[in-house]
């Protein structure tokens, strides 16, 4: 069965902490690793990953992807309040059709 | 950047009625888009994947003659819920890839709340 799992389930910091998310993925034919953020309504895109290895960051994002051992994770340093959503890790795969499949999510919440 | 408009965002309707969600690809061609539904504080759960020009597949569970899915261009997709029940009641949201791509970033709508009274 495809699955993608995230870890921890919630997490609760403080501002200035630095958090990493964990997301782990087992399907056929995988392409592709999104990470995404969502605050209230749709989730907005973070990263996309094909490759093991090469880390991709953007400001205090960052984020690494491992195909050996499938699975990802999302680095946040000096957590803001503004930092505080949903966490969604995606993987693209084809199974007869290309899809994608989300985890079940990283409820993120920075305290001031 | 690449946009997805998904309408309407927030529907009220009695039981027993048909309601459709629109997505459409605004920018750019989507051969293929994906129904989600998303119940509080849970996460993403693929529902079925449309496909231009074709029947759609679904998730194992889904009802096809519940959640009707018609992709007739390469701009839109509808959902339609028929005798919707009050355990319809949910966020449904809708995404595209860009026709081509290989592997490429999903794009959202921002999502329709149905509420089935």
């Known amino acids: 069965e495809d699955k993608v799992v995230q870890s921890p389930l919630s997490l609760v910091v403080h501002e200035g902490d630095t958090v990493t998310l964990n997301c782990s993925y087992e399907v056929t034919n995988f392409r592709s690793l999104l990470w995404y953020k969502q605050e209230k309504k749709a989730p907005t895109f973070l990263f996309m990953l094909?490759?093991?290895?090469i880390e991709k960051k953007s400001g205090r994002l960052s984020s690494i992807l491992d195909k050996k051992e499938l699975f990802s994770i999302l680095n946040i340093t000096a957590t803001q309040t503004g930092d505080s959503a949903v966490y969604l890790c995606?993987?693209?795969?084809?199974?007869?059709?290309?899809?994608?499949?989300f985890g079940t999510g990283t409820r993120l919440k920075v305290l001031a | 950047g690449a946009v997805v408009s998904q309408h309407p965002s927030r529907v009220i309707c009695k039981s027993g009625t048909s309601v459709k969600i629109e997505c459409r690809s605004l920018?750019?061609?989507?051969?293929?888009m994906f129904w989600y539904r998303q119940f509080p504080k849970q996460s993403l759960m693929l529902m079925a994947t449309s496909n231009e020009g074709s029947k759609a597949t679904y998730e194992q569970g889904v009802e096809k003659d519940k959640f009707l899915i018609n992709h007739a261009s390469l701009t839109l997709s509808t959902l339609t819920v028929t005798s919707a029940h009050p355990e319809d009641s949910s966020f449904y949201i809708c995404?595209?890839?860009?026709?081509?791509?290989?592997?490429?970033?999903?794009?959202f709508g921002e999502g329709s709340r149905l509420t089935v009274l």
């Open positions: 995606a993987v693209g795969f084809s199974s007869g059709t290309y899809k994608y499949i």
């Open positions: 995404s595209a890839r860009i026709a081509g791509s290989n592997t490429g970033e999903l794009f």
């Open positions: 920018d750019f061609q989507a051969t293929t």
């Open positions: 094909t490759s093991s290895g």
